[in-house]
Protein backbone atom coordinates (compact mmCIF):
# COMPACT_ATOMS: atom_id res chain seq x y z
CA UNK A 1 0.00 0.00 0.00
CA UNK A 2 2.51 2.32 -0.87
CA UNK A 3 -1.04 4.02 -1.26
CA UNK A 4 -2.20 3.90 2.54
CA UNK A 5 -5.89 4.15 3.83
CA UNK A 6 -8.45 7.05 3.60
CA UNK A 7 -10.91 6.32 6.39
CA UNK A 8 -14.87 6.84 5.88
CA UNK A 9 -15.91 10.11 4.11
CA UNK A 10 -19.22 11.26 4.25
CA UNK A 11 -22.11 13.76 4.10
CA UNK A 12 -23.30 15.33 7.38
CA UNK A 13 -25.41 18.32 8.38
CA UNK A 14 -23.70 21.36 9.53
CA UNK A 15 -23.72 20.34 13.04
CA UNK A 16 -21.68 23.15 15.93
CA UNK A 17 -18.20 22.05 16.38
CA UNK A 18 -14.98 23.58 16.57
CA UNK A 19 -11.81 22.66 15.44
CA UNK A 20 -9.85 21.93 19.58
CA UNK A 21 -6.60 21.98 20.08
CA UNK A 22 -7.50 18.70 22.00
CA UNK A 23 -9.30 17.05 18.31
CA UNK A 24 -5.46 18.18 17.06
CA UNK A 25 -3.64 16.43 19.47
CA UNK A 26 -6.10 13.51 19.03
CA UNK A 27 -5.13 13.10 15.06
CA UNK A 28 -1.73 13.54 15.46
CA UNK A 29 -1.41 10.74 17.64
CA UNK A 30 -3.66 8.48 15.82
CA UNK A 31 -2.29 9.10 12.59
CA UNK A 32 0.98 8.04 13.95
CA UNK A 33 -0.42 4.93 13.17
CA UNK A 34 -0.20 5.38 9.40
CA UNK A 35 3.68 6.45 10.29
CA UNK A 36 3.98 3.19 11.29
CA UNK A 37 2.56 1.38 8.80
CA UNK A 38 4.23 3.59 6.05
CA UNK A 39 8.24 2.67 7.92
CA UNK A 40 7.46 -0.75 7.31
CA UNK A 41 6.74 -0.60 4.09
CA UNK A 42 9.75 1.71 2.95
CA UNK A 43 12.40 -0.30 5.66
CA UNK A 44 11.81 -3.48 3.94
CA UNK A 45 13.88 -3.15 0.71
CA UNK A 46 16.61 -0.96 1.80
CA UNK A 47 17.36 -4.18 4.59
CA UNK A 48 17.25 -6.89 2.42
CA UNK A 49 19.66 -4.76 0.09
CA UNK A 50 22.10 -4.51 3.61
CA UNK A 51 25.27 -7.05 3.31
CA UNK A 52 25.28 -7.37 6.91
CA UNK A 53 21.65 -8.53 7.00
CA UNK A 54 22.30 -11.17 4.18
CA UNK A 55 25.40 -12.49 5.76
CA UNK A 56 23.60 -13.19 8.62
CA UNK A 57 20.08 -14.85 7.66
CA UNK A 58 20.56 -15.13 3.50
CA UNK A 59 24.24 -16.21 3.15
CA UNK A 60 23.24 -17.70 -0.15
CA UNK A 61 22.04 -14.68 -1.37
CA UNK A 62 25.14 -12.95 -0.63
CA UNK A 63 27.22 -14.83 -2.21
CA UNK A 64 25.24 -14.73 -5.40
CA UNK A 65 25.66 -10.92 -5.49
CA UNK A 66 29.29 -10.72 -4.65
CA UNK A 67 29.68 -12.94 -7.67
CA UNK A 68 32.25 -10.85 -9.96
CA UNK A 69 29.82 -12.42 -12.84
CA UNK A 70 26.42 -11.94 -10.76
CA UNK A 71 23.24 -12.59 -12.30
CA UNK A 72 21.49 -9.14 -12.38
CA UNK A 73 18.02 -10.35 -12.25
CA UNK A 74 18.41 -13.57 -9.74
CA UNK A 75 21.02 -12.35 -7.16
CA UNK A 76 18.18 -11.65 -4.74
CA UNK A 77 15.89 -14.31 -5.52
CA UNK A 78 14.95 -16.25 -2.79
CA UNK A 79 11.58 -17.64 -1.45
CA UNK A 80 12.42 -16.81 2.61
CA UNK A 81 14.36 -13.46 1.40
CA UNK A 82 10.97 -12.76 0.12
CA UNK A 83 9.20 -14.35 2.98
CA UNK A 84 10.46 -11.78 5.45
CA UNK A 85 8.84 -8.69 3.23
CA UNK A 86 5.65 -10.52 2.60
CA UNK A 87 4.84 -12.33 5.96
CA UNK A 88 3.80 -8.86 7.11
CA UNK A 89 0.90 -8.31 5.04
CA UNK A 90 -0.07 -12.26 4.73
CA UNK A 91 -0.53 -11.40 9.41
CA UNK A 92 -2.27 -8.22 8.71
CA UNK A 93 -4.59 -9.70 6.12
CA UNK A 94 -5.83 -12.47 8.87
CA UNK A 95 -5.50 -10.20 11.83
CA UNK A 96 -8.02 -7.36 9.99
CA UNK A 97 -10.30 -9.94 10.64
CA UNK A 98 -9.78 -10.26 14.88
CA UNK A 99 -9.65 -6.22 14.68
CA UNK A 100 -12.88 -5.72 13.06
CA UNK A 101 -14.39 -7.18 16.05
CA UNK A 102 -11.48 -5.87 18.36
CA UNK A 103 -12.88 -2.58 17.25
CA UNK A 104 -16.65 -3.31 17.35
CA UNK A 105 -16.57 -4.68 20.88
CA UNK A 106 -14.32 -2.85 22.81
CA UNK A 107 -13.52 0.15 20.63
CA UNK A 108 -11.56 1.97 18.57
CA UNK A 109 -8.66 3.19 21.41
CA UNK A 110 -8.34 -0.23 23.03
CA UNK A 111 -7.88 -1.94 19.47
CA UNK A 112 -4.88 1.29 18.39
CA UNK A 113 -3.17 0.17 21.69
CA UNK A 114 -3.16 -3.34 20.94
CA UNK A 115 -1.57 -2.46 17.77
CA UNK A 116 1.30 -0.34 19.06
CA UNK A 117 1.94 -3.55 22.02
CA UNK A 118 1.55 -5.66 18.83
CA UNK A 119 4.26 -3.48 16.66
CA UNK A 120 6.23 -2.93 20.01
CA UNK A 121 6.93 -7.10 20.29
CA UNK A 122 7.78 -7.01 16.87
CA UNK A 123 10.31 -4.58 16.06
CA UNK A 124 11.78 -6.27 19.61
CA UNK A 125 11.96 -9.67 17.91
CA UNK A 126 12.84 -8.68 14.81
CA UNK A 127 15.37 -6.26 15.13
CA UNK A 128 17.03 -8.65 17.79
CA UNK A 129 16.47 -11.56 16.02
CA UNK A 130 19.58 -14.33 16.30
CA UNK A 131 17.67 -16.40 13.33
CA UNK A 132 15.16 -16.91 11.02
CA UNK A 133 12.90 -18.23 13.17
CA UNK A 134 12.44 -14.93 15.49
CA UNK A 135 12.52 -12.95 12.39
CA UNK A 136 9.94 -14.21 10.55
CA UNK A 137 8.19 -13.94 14.14
CA UNK A 138 8.88 -10.38 14.56
CA UNK A 139 7.53 -9.81 10.94
CA UNK A 140 4.40 -11.50 11.57
CA UNK A 141 3.82 -9.52 15.02
CA UNK A 142 4.51 -6.02 13.03
CA UNK A 143 1.81 -7.24 10.75
CA UNK A 144 -0.84 -8.08 13.32
CA UNK A 145 0.07 -4.46 14.33
CA UNK A 146 -0.80 -3.26 10.85
CA UNK A 147 -3.72 -5.47 10.51
CA UNK A 148 -5.23 -3.74 13.65
CA UNK A 149 -3.92 0.09 13.57
CA UNK A 150 -5.17 -0.25 10.17
CA UNK A 151 -8.34 -1.29 11.27
CA UNK A 152 -8.87 1.37 14.32
CA UNK A 153 -7.06 4.78 13.66
CA UNK A 154 -8.89 5.81 9.86
CA UNK A 155 -12.03 4.69 12.00
CA UNK A 156 -10.86 6.83 15.16
CA UNK A 157 -9.98 10.14 12.65
CA UNK A 158 -13.33 9.65 11.08
CA UNK A 159 -15.53 9.74 14.34
CA UNK A 160 -13.93 12.17 16.01
CA UNK A 161 -13.28 14.74 13.40
CA UNK A 162 -15.53 17.73 12.62
CA UNK A 163 -17.48 16.84 9.73
CA UNK A 164 -16.37 19.88 7.65
CA UNK A 165 -12.55 18.46 8.19
CA UNK A 166 -13.56 14.54 7.79
CA UNK A 167 -12.06 14.78 3.82
CA UNK A 168 -8.41 16.38 5.14
CA UNK A 169 -8.25 14.33 7.86
CA UNK A 170 -8.33 11.41 5.87
CA UNK A 171 -5.66 12.40 3.46
CA UNK A 172 -3.90 13.45 6.60
CA UNK A 173 -3.19 9.56 7.19
CA UNK A 174 -2.60 8.68 4.40
CA UNK A 175 0.35 11.45 3.79
CA UNK A 176 1.49 10.29 7.22
CA UNK A 177 2.00 6.72 5.13
CA UNK A 178 3.99 8.25 2.57
CA UNK A 179 6.06 10.34 5.25
CA UNK A 180 6.96 6.98 7.28
CA UNK A 181 7.85 5.42 3.44
CA UNK A 182 10.38 8.80 3.35
CA UNK A 183 12.04 8.16 6.60
CA UNK A 184 12.50 4.35 6.34
CA UNK A 185 14.29 5.38 3.24
CA UNK A 186 16.40 8.24 5.05
CA UNK A 187 17.07 5.31 7.91
CA UNK A 188 18.30 2.93 5.31
CA UNK A 189 20.49 5.34 3.70
CA UNK A 190 22.53 5.98 7.27
CA UNK A 191 22.00 2.87 8.42
CA UNK A 192 23.70 1.00 5.78
CA UNK A 193 27.27 2.16 6.40
CA UNK A 194 26.79 1.01 10.26
CA UNK A 195 28.60 -2.58 10.34
CA UNK A 196 27.69 -5.15 11.27
CA UNK A 197 24.26 -4.19 13.05
CA UNK A 198 23.02 -1.54 10.89
CA UNK A 199 20.10 -3.47 9.95
CA UNK A 200 19.17 -4.50 13.69
CA UNK A 201 18.76 -0.15 13.69
CA UNK A 202 16.77 0.40 10.93
CA UNK A 203 14.43 -2.40 11.91
CA UNK A 204 14.17 -1.10 15.18
CA UNK A 205 13.77 2.15 14.44
CA UNK A 206 9.64 1.42 14.00
CA UNK A 207 10.07 1.07 17.97
CA UNK A 208 9.88 5.02 18.41
CA UNK A 209 6.83 5.64 16.49
CA UNK A 210 4.70 2.78 18.82
CA UNK A 211 5.86 3.91 21.75
CA UNK A 212 4.59 6.97 20.91
CA UNK A 213 1.45 5.81 19.63
CA UNK A 214 1.06 3.46 22.91
CA UNK A 215 1.72 5.95 25.30
CA UNK A 216 0.17 8.84 23.31
CA UNK A 217 -3.03 6.85 22.88
CA UNK A 218 -3.70 7.30 26.94
CA UNK A 219 -4.30 10.87 26.10
CA UNK A 220 -6.68 10.72 23.77
CA UNK A 221 -10.35 9.72 24.42
CA UNK A 222 -12.97 6.77 22.86
CA UNK A 223 -15.10 8.49 20.18
CA UNK A 224 -18.51 9.24 20.43
CA UNK A 225 -19.30 6.83 18.04
CA UNK A 226 -18.17 3.75 19.88
CA UNK A 227 -19.55 5.05 22.52
CA UNK A 228 -23.01 5.12 22.00
CA UNK A 229 -22.57 1.24 19.66
CA UNK A 230 -21.58 -0.03 22.77
CA UNK A 231 -24.67 1.34 24.88
CA UNK A 232 -21.76 3.85 26.94
CA UNK A 233 -24.77 6.90 25.78
CA UNK A 234 -24.20 9.22 28.74
CA UNK A 235 -20.53 8.97 28.19
CA UNK A 236 -20.64 9.16 24.70
CA UNK A 237 -22.39 12.52 24.88
CA UNK A 238 -20.26 13.81 27.60
CA UNK A 239 -17.34 13.02 24.59
CA UNK A 240 -19.11 14.96 22.09
CA UNK A 241 -18.99 17.83 23.92
CA UNK A 242 -15.71 17.87 24.59
CA UNK A 243 -14.19 17.06 21.20
CA UNK A 244 -16.79 19.39 19.30
CA UNK A 245 -16.12 22.47 22.03
CA UNK A 246 -19.20 23.05 22.51
CA UNK A 247 -22.28 22.66 24.48
CA UNK A 248 -25.33 22.18 22.40
CA UNK A 249 -24.38 18.96 20.65
CA UNK A 250 -28.08 17.41 20.84
CA UNK A 251 -28.83 17.29 17.09
CA UNK A 252 -25.27 15.51 16.21
CA UNK A 253 -25.87 13.14 19.16
CA UNK A 254 -29.48 12.05 17.93
CA UNK A 255 -27.99 11.51 14.60
CA UNK A 256 -25.08 9.32 15.90
CA UNK A 257 -27.81 7.19 17.85
CA UNK A 258 -30.12 7.31 14.74
CA UNK A 259 -27.37 5.52 13.00
CA UNK A 260 -26.15 3.23 15.48
CA UNK A 261 -29.68 2.31 15.91
CA UNK A 262 -30.34 1.47 11.69
CA UNK A 263 -27.04 -0.07 11.90
CA UNK A 264 -27.97 -3.09 14.60
CA UNK A 265 -31.07 -3.67 12.30
CA UNK A 266 -29.18 -4.91 9.46
CA UNK A 267 -28.28 -8.73 10.89
CA UNK A 268 -26.10 -9.64 8.39
CA UNK A 269 -24.94 -7.05 5.86
CA UNK A 270 -21.75 -9.47 4.01
CA UNK A 271 -24.98 -11.32 2.94
CA UNK A 272 -26.65 -8.22 1.76
CA UNK A 273 -23.25 -7.30 -0.22
CA UNK A 274 -23.65 -10.27 -2.19
CA UNK A 275 -27.03 -8.90 -3.44
CA UNK A 276 -27.22 -7.28 -7.62
CA UNK A 277 -27.63 -3.66 -6.01
CA UNK A 278 -24.14 -4.08 -4.05
CA UNK A 279 -22.26 -5.22 -6.65
CA UNK A 280 -21.06 -2.12 -8.90
CA UNK A 281 -19.50 -0.72 -5.44
CA UNK A 282 -18.64 -4.09 -4.36
CA UNK A 283 -16.83 -5.42 -8.06
CA UNK A 284 -15.07 -1.53 -8.11
CA UNK A 285 -13.56 -1.74 -4.13
CA UNK A 286 -12.24 -4.81 -4.83
CA UNK A 287 -11.08 -4.52 -8.34
CA UNK A 288 -9.58 -1.24 -7.35
CA UNK A 289 -7.40 -2.90 -4.71
CA UNK A 290 -6.48 -6.03 -7.15
CA UNK A 291 -5.06 -3.15 -9.93
CA UNK A 292 -3.23 -1.19 -7.00
CA UNK A 293 -0.77 -3.43 -6.33
CA UNK A 294 -0.81 -4.38 -10.00
CA UNK A 295 0.32 -1.06 -11.04
CA UNK A 296 4.32 -2.73 -9.90
CA UNK A 297 4.05 0.19 -7.45
CA UNK A 298 4.88 -1.75 -4.49
CA UNK A 299 7.46 -3.67 -6.10
CA UNK A 300 9.03 -0.76 -6.93
CA UNK A 301 8.76 0.57 -3.24
CA UNK A 302 9.25 -2.50 -1.61
CA UNK A 303 12.60 -3.21 -3.20
CA UNK A 304 13.54 0.33 -4.50
CA UNK A 305 17.02 -0.46 -3.50
CA UNK A 306 17.75 -3.33 -4.47
CA UNK A 307 15.91 -2.74 -8.27
CA UNK A 308 18.18 0.42 -8.26
CA UNK A 309 21.77 -2.05 -7.30
CA UNK A 310 20.24 -4.25 -10.55
CA UNK A 311 20.59 -1.47 -12.91
CA UNK A 312 24.39 -0.50 -11.70
CA UNK A 313 23.74 1.63 -9.02
CA UNK A 314 26.20 0.94 -5.53
CA UNK A 315 24.31 0.31 -2.25
CA UNK A 316 24.86 3.54 -1.08
CA UNK A 317 23.84 5.20 -4.46
CA UNK A 318 20.89 2.90 -4.43
CA UNK A 319 19.48 3.24 -1.15
CA UNK A 320 19.49 7.56 -1.62
CA UNK A 321 17.87 6.89 -4.83
CA UNK A 322 15.34 4.90 -2.65
CA UNK A 323 15.25 8.33 -0.36
CA UNK A 324 14.70 10.65 -3.94
CA UNK A 325 11.58 8.32 -4.87
CA UNK A 326 10.07 8.26 -1.07
CA UNK A 327 10.26 12.37 -1.60
CA UNK A 328 8.48 12.83 -4.43
CA UNK A 329 6.07 10.24 -3.35
CA UNK A 330 5.37 12.96 -0.68
CA UNK A 331 5.19 15.88 -2.91
CA UNK A 332 3.05 14.00 -5.24
CA UNK A 333 0.58 12.92 -2.66
CA UNK A 334 -0.10 16.68 -1.94
CA UNK A 335 -0.28 17.35 -5.36
CA UNK A 336 -3.34 14.60 -5.45
CA UNK A 337 -4.48 16.24 -2.37
CA UNK A 338 -5.45 19.56 -4.71
CA UNK A 339 -6.15 18.00 -7.79
CA UNK A 340 -8.44 15.23 -6.35
CA UNK A 341 -11.80 17.89 -6.40
CA UNK A 342 -10.82 20.04 -8.69
CA UNK A 343 -10.32 17.44 -11.52
CA UNK A 344 -11.88 14.79 -10.41
CA UNK A 345 -11.41 11.34 -9.84
CA UNK A 346 -11.50 9.57 -13.33
CA UNK A 347 -9.78 11.81 -14.65
CA UNK A 348 -6.74 11.21 -12.59
CA UNK A 349 -7.18 7.49 -12.93
CA UNK A 350 -6.98 7.84 -16.57
CA UNK A 351 -3.92 10.74 -16.99
CA UNK A 352 -1.96 8.39 -14.65
CA UNK A 353 -2.54 5.15 -16.47
CA UNK A 354 -0.78 6.57 -19.46
CA UNK A 355 1.71 8.34 -17.41
CA UNK A 356 3.01 4.95 -15.68
CA UNK A 357 2.47 2.63 -18.90
CA UNK A 358 4.52 5.02 -20.57
CA UNK A 359 7.41 4.81 -17.65
CA UNK A 360 7.07 0.73 -17.56
CA UNK A 361 7.37 0.35 -21.12
CA UNK A 362 10.46 2.64 -21.58
CA UNK A 363 12.52 1.16 -18.63
CA UNK A 364 11.51 -1.90 -20.25
CA UNK A 365 12.85 -1.20 -23.15
CA UNK A 366 16.42 0.59 -21.88
CA UNK A 367 16.96 -2.69 -19.41
CA UNK A 368 15.71 -5.82 -22.18
CA UNK A 369 18.49 -3.67 -24.47
CA UNK A 370 21.15 -2.68 -22.66
CA UNK A 371 21.15 -4.65 -19.72
CA UNK A 372 21.92 -8.27 -19.79
CA UNK A 373 22.11 -10.60 -17.51
CA UNK A 374 25.63 -9.77 -16.19
CA UNK A 375 27.03 -6.05 -16.24
CA UNK A 376 25.44 -2.80 -15.77
CA UNK A 377 23.81 0.55 -17.57
CA UNK A 378 25.71 3.11 -18.47
CA UNK A 379 25.57 6.42 -16.36
CA UNK A 380 23.46 7.77 -18.68
CA UNK A 381 21.59 5.12 -18.86
CA UNK A 382 20.56 4.47 -15.43
CA UNK A 383 19.81 8.11 -14.91
CA UNK A 384 16.81 7.62 -17.10
CA UNK A 385 15.59 4.78 -15.04
CA UNK A 386 15.42 6.52 -11.93
CA UNK A 387 13.85 9.27 -13.59
CA UNK A 388 11.36 7.66 -15.14
CA UNK A 389 10.71 5.52 -11.73
CA UNK A 390 10.40 8.84 -10.22
CA UNK A 391 7.79 10.29 -12.88
CA UNK A 392 5.92 7.09 -12.37
CA UNK A 393 5.73 7.13 -8.63
CA UNK A 394 3.98 10.77 -9.13
CA UNK A 395 1.37 9.44 -11.48
CA UNK A 396 0.32 6.59 -8.81
CA UNK A 397 0.64 8.79 -5.65
CA UNK A 398 -1.70 11.29 -7.00
CA UNK A 399 -4.35 9.02 -8.78
CA UNK A 400 -4.21 4.98 -8.38
CA UNK A 401 -2.77 5.30 -4.14
CA UNK A 402 -5.18 7.60 -2.70
CA UNK A 403 -7.91 7.10 -5.22
CA UNK A 404 -7.90 3.00 -5.07
CA UNK A 405 -9.37 3.69 -0.72
CA UNK A 406 -10.84 7.28 -1.17
CA UNK A 407 -13.70 5.53 -4.14
CA UNK A 408 -14.74 2.49 -1.89
CA UNK A 409 -15.20 4.50 1.28
CA UNK A 410 -17.76 6.47 -0.49
CA UNK A 411 -19.20 4.50 -3.08
CA UNK A 412 -21.00 1.55 -0.65
CA UNK A 413 -24.09 2.42 1.21
CA UNK A 414 -24.35 3.35 4.69
CA UNK A 415 -25.69 -0.05 5.95
CA UNK A 416 -22.48 -1.86 3.94
CA UNK A 417 -19.89 0.80 4.70
CA UNK A 418 -18.04 -1.22 6.75
CA UNK A 419 -17.94 -4.17 5.75
CA UNK A 420 -17.42 -3.54 2.48
CA UNK A 421 -14.76 -1.19 3.07
CA UNK A 422 -13.36 -4.35 5.38
CA UNK A 423 -13.18 -6.46 2.43
CA UNK A 424 -11.63 -4.07 0.11
CA UNK A 425 -9.03 -3.55 2.83
CA UNK A 426 -8.46 -7.32 3.39
CA UNK A 427 -8.03 -7.62 -0.94
CA UNK A 428 -5.51 -4.82 -0.99
CA UNK A 429 -3.47 -6.85 2.02
CA UNK A 430 -3.68 -10.12 -0.13
CA UNK A 431 -2.30 -8.72 -3.36
CA UNK A 432 -0.11 -7.04 -1.26
CA UNK A 433 1.67 -9.82 -0.16
CA UNK A 434 1.14 -11.55 -3.05
CA UNK A 435 3.31 -9.06 -4.81
CA UNK A 436 6.04 -8.73 -1.65
CA UNK A 437 6.17 -12.57 -2.08
CA UNK A 438 6.67 -13.33 -5.78
CA UNK A 439 8.10 -10.12 -7.08
CA UNK A 440 12.08 -11.09 -6.60
CA UNK A 441 11.40 -14.72 -8.45
CA UNK A 442 9.30 -12.70 -11.36
CA UNK A 443 12.35 -10.48 -11.53
CA UNK A 444 14.81 -13.37 -12.38
CA UNK A 445 12.30 -15.43 -14.59
CA UNK A 446 11.02 -12.29 -16.64
CA UNK A 447 13.94 -9.98 -15.84
CA UNK A 448 13.38 -6.75 -18.12
CA UNK A 449 9.79 -8.63 -19.00
CA UNK A 450 9.01 -7.77 -15.65
CA UNK A 451 7.98 -4.24 -16.67
CA UNK A 452 6.11 -5.00 -19.88
CA UNK A 453 4.00 -7.69 -17.11
CA UNK A 454 3.03 -4.93 -15.20
CA UNK A 455 2.42 -3.03 -18.42
CA UNK A 456 -0.11 -4.73 -19.17
CA UNK A 457 -1.97 -4.68 -16.11
CA UNK A 458 -2.17 -1.02 -16.76
CA UNK A 459 -3.90 -1.34 -19.97
CA UNK A 460 -6.34 -3.26 -18.90
CA UNK A 461 -6.98 -1.10 -15.43
CA UNK A 462 -6.98 2.10 -17.77
CA UNK A 463 -10.11 0.56 -19.51
CA UNK A 464 -11.42 -0.51 -16.95
CA UNK A 465 -11.57 2.67 -15.71
CA UNK A 466 -12.43 4.44 -18.62
CA UNK A 467 -15.66 2.43 -18.91
CA UNK A 468 -16.86 1.40 -15.75
CA UNK A 469 -15.86 3.59 -12.93
CA UNK A 470 -17.95 6.44 -13.03
CA UNK A 471 -17.42 9.61 -11.83
CA UNK A 472 -18.15 10.34 -8.17
CA UNK A 473 -16.99 14.00 -7.84
CA UNK A 474 -19.50 16.53 -5.88
CA UNK A 475 -21.97 13.97 -5.38
CA UNK A 476 -23.12 13.00 -2.32
CA UNK A 477 -22.57 9.88 -0.69
CA UNK A 478 -26.33 9.59 -0.49
CA UNK A 479 -27.00 9.91 -3.82
CA UNK A 480 -24.88 7.78 -5.19
CA UNK A 481 -27.24 5.05 -6.28
CA UNK A 482 -29.43 7.35 -8.12
CA UNK A 483 -26.95 10.02 -9.56
CA UNK A 484 -24.28 7.48 -10.35
CA UNK A 485 -25.58 3.83 -10.68
CA UNK A 486 -28.78 4.05 -11.92
CA UNK A 487 -27.41 6.08 -15.06
CA UNK A 488 -24.51 4.45 -15.36
CA UNK A 489 -24.24 2.58 -18.90
CA UNK A 490 -23.33 -0.72 -17.46
CA UNK A 491 -24.23 -0.77 -13.56
CA UNK A 492 -27.39 0.76 -14.12
CA UNK A 493 -28.74 -3.21 -14.66
CA UNK A 494 -28.10 -4.36 -11.23
CA UNK A 495 -30.07 -1.32 -10.38
CA UNK A 496 -33.45 -2.73 -11.93
CA UNK A 497 -33.03 -6.11 -9.99
CA UNK A 498 -33.00 -4.22 -6.49
CA UNK A 499 -35.13 -5.66 -3.84
CA UNK A 500 -35.09 -2.85 -1.30
CA UNK A 501 -35.15 -4.06 2.68
Same mark, same amino acid.
Given at each position: ?114 ? %?????? /??? $? *?? @?? +????? &? =? ?54 ? %?????? /??? $? *?? @?? +????? &? =? ?7 ICETP ?61 ? &? ?38 GSVNV ?171
Amino acid at each position: MAGGFVAFSGDSPAFQAKMTVYVFICVVIAAVGGLIFGYDIGISGGVTAMDDFLIKFFPAVYERKKQAHEDNYCKYDNQFLQLFTSSLYLAALVASFFASATCSKLGRKPTMQLA %SIFFLI /GVG $L *AS @GA +ANMYM &L =IMGRILLGFGVGFGNQAVPLFLSEIAPARLRGGLNIVFQLMVTIGILIASVVNYFT %SSIHPY /GWR $L *AL @GG +AGIPA &L =ILLFGSLLICETPTSLIERNKTEEGKATLKKIRGVEDVDEEYQSLVQACEFARQVKDPYRRLMKPESRPPLVIGL &LLQLFQQFTGINAIMFYAPVLFQTVGFGNNAALLSAVITGSVNVLSTLVGIFLVDRTGRRFLLLQAAVQMLSCQLVIGIILAKDLGVKGTLGKTEAMIVVILVCVYVMGFAWSWGPLGWLIPSETFPLETRTEGYALAVSCNMFFTFVIAQAFLSMLCAMKSGIFFFFSAWIVVMGLFALFFVPETKGVSIDDIKDSVWKRHWYWKRFMRQEHDV
